[in-house]
């Protein structure tokens, strides 16, 4: 009898393990990996374009497809030419991606608008907010003395936490690179069961729960995102003010709300945020200057064809020789 049940108890162990073996190598190996479900794309430390960096949590990975030694898009300010006027541009990835992206046609035409030699050094980052390139400016220029720094942005500083971390100033998904533990991380970029009830419900790595505190487009959370912006550019502000420049006395603080396609639920926080930036010296709303345009100039909610990058590139090229030229930022060019 004991001999009967332990060969039953041993035939139960064996199936068991065996459907589970079944189940683990389609979950992991077929649905997974090869049919590509599961794991949620939006969670993947992108290995070239969101590389781990300190204190601004990510850029992009240096020294390769033409990142420079820290992580950005073309030279860094340290090549700039002695007698250029120098600015340092900080972005997500509008001002990251194009051919050529937003701030190497400012570079050109500012460069035409002023008869003057122009450097400007991309340091955007694909998904970056305006809080991390607070950080950035820190961490990045003080010692190469750019005469402006520039944020462009608002997509990522507003409606992008919406989808992702929902805490207003937090860096995209904080909440699985930093708080998610290393257990769930390998259940999640393994298993596609598990990867598609997080993506559908936020069982797994917390998003959830975050939601449900912070309630994205709520009342409470609008007014927060709003408040959350305007920190981060008077910070900014504040930051550059301190820091040495060769034509400017001290280096200037420029900061333009890009357009992008507002939810509804946001309408009404993106016409208190264009009010405010109307009140704001240092800020310019370019939010309407794709308004011209056909429809379909948008690739998706935020990022745009080259035509309008161009567009954009020229329009912030002319905001920034009339602020220098009118003598509103007090600089001097002479060469």
Same mark, same amino acid.
């Given at each position: 009898m004991k001999l009967a049940g332990l060969e039953k108890i041993r035939s139960v162990a064996v199936y068991t393990l065996f459907i589970v073996v079944i189940v683990l190598f389609f979950d992991v190996i077929v649905f997974r990996y090869f049919l590509g479900f599961g794991y949620p794309w939006r969670y993947e430390e992108e290995k070239i374009l969101r590389s781990p960096a300190p204190y601004v949590m990510f850029t992009a990975k240096p020294g390769v497809q033409g990142h420079n030694e820290f992580g950005f898009r073309g030279a860094s300010l340290k090549e700039a030419a002695p007698g250029d006027i120098k600015i340092a541009f900080f972005g997500g990835s509008t001002g990251y991606g194009g051919k050529p992206p937003i701030p190497v046609i400012v570079e050109k035409e500012l460069g035409k608008l002023l008869n003057r030699n122009v450097f400007v050094a991309n340091y955007s980052v694909v998904s970056s907010n305006h809080r991390q390139h607070l950080h950035g400016i820190i961490e990045y220029i003080?010692?190469?003395?750019?005469? @402006?720094?520039?944020?462009?942005?608002?997509?990522?500083?507003?409606?992008?936490?919406?989808?992702?971390?929902?805490?207003?100033?937090?860096?995209?998904?904080?909440?699985?690179?930093?708080?998610?533990?290393?257990?769930?991380?390998?259940?999640?970029?393994?298993?596609?069961?598990?990867?598609?009830?997080?993506?559908?419900?936020?069982?797994?790595?917390?998003?959830?729960?975050?939601?449900?505190?912070?309630?994205?487009?709520?009342?409470?959370?609008? *007014?927060?995102?709003?408040?959350?912006?305007?920190?981060?550019?008077?910070?900014?502000?504040?930051?550059?003010?301190? @820091?040495?420049?060769?034509?400017?006395?001290?280096?200037?603080?420029?900061?333009?709300?890009?357009?992008?396609?507002?939810?509804?639920?946001?309408?009404?926080? =993106?016409?208190?945020?264009?009010?405010?930036?109307?009140?704001?010296?240092?800020?310019?709303?370019? *939010?309407?200057?794709?308004?011209?345009?056909?429809?379909?100039?948008? @690739?998706?909610?935020? =990022?745009?064809?080259?035509?309008?990058?161009?567009?954009?590139?020229?329009?912030?090229?002319?905001? @920034?020789?009339?602020?220098?030229?009118?003598?509103?930022?007090?600089?001097?060019?002479?060469?």
């Open positions: 003080p010692e190469d003395k750019p005469d @402006i720094v520039i944020f462009y942005g608002g997509y990522n500083e507003t409606v992008q936490s919406s989808a992702y971390d929902p805490r207003p100033g937090y860096p995209y998904n904080f909440f699985y690179r930093s708080e998610t533990s290393p257990i769930i991380k390998v259940i999640l970029e393994n298993s596609a069961i598990a990867g598609e009830l997080d993506k559908e419900f936020g069982l797994f790595s917390g998003i959830r729960k975050l939601r449900m505190e912070h309630t994205p487009y709520s009342d409470n959370w609008n *007014s927060k995102i709003l408040e959350k912006y305007f920190e981060t550019l008077e910070r900014a502000l504040n930051v550059t003010s301190s @820091i040495e420049s060769s034509y400017c006395n001290k280096t200037k603080f420029l900061a333009f709300y890009q357009p992008f396609q507002v939810p509804e639920e946001f309408q009404s926080t =993106h016409e208190r945020i264009k009010h405010r930036l109307g009140t704001t010296p240092y800020a310019f709303d370019v *939010s309407s200057e794709f308004d011209g345009l056909r429809k379909d100039i948008y @690739i998706d909610i935020v =990022h745009v064809k080259q035509e309008a990058k161009e567009l954009m590139g020229r329009k912030i090229a002319a905001i @920034i020789a009339d602020e220098l030229l009118s003598g509103k930022l007090n600089c001097h060019l002479e060469q």
